[in-house]
């Protein structure tokens, strides 16, 4: 079955970096878009970026635009997204995953902090 596993969070100060990273299996990664998708306590999921199966083109929302970096390699089967300039508004739980054939699918999200 599908398993989408985030890893990489924690605590930083603002104007730090984190990069996370989202192992993936049971599908065929490379096939398909992949995004990331955060959520903010007491907040409705927000939409932070997206990339294609190849990795040739990428999106993100306005609040991360020239401050993240997404990715992936095919070859691991893995979903990064680098994350610099961190900024308090940042904090919330980062979920991967997307519409992954029959239905969307997300991992179980790994927890940023940005707070001095």
């Known amino acids: 079955q599908v398993q989408l596993v985030e890893s990489g969070g924690g605590l930083v100060q603002p104007g730090g970096s984190l990069r996370l990273a989202c192992a993936a299996s049971?599908?065929?990664?490379?096939?398909?878009?992949m995004n990331w998708v955060r959520q903010a306590p007491g907040k409705g999921p927000e939409w932070v970026s997206r990339?294609?199966?190849?990795?040739?083109?990428?999106n993100y929302a306005d609040s991360v635009k020239g401050r993240f970096t997404i990715s992936r390699d095919n070859a691991k089967n893995t979903l990064y997204l680098q994350m610099n300039r961190l900024e308090p508004e940042d904090t919330a739980v980062y979920y991967c995953g997307g519409d992954l054939g029959a239905s969307p699918e997300w991992g179980q999200g790994t927890q940023v902090t940005v707070s001095s």
């Open positions: 049971g599908f065929t990664f490379s096939n398909y878009w």
């Open positions: 990339i294609n199966s190849g990795g040739s083109r990428i």
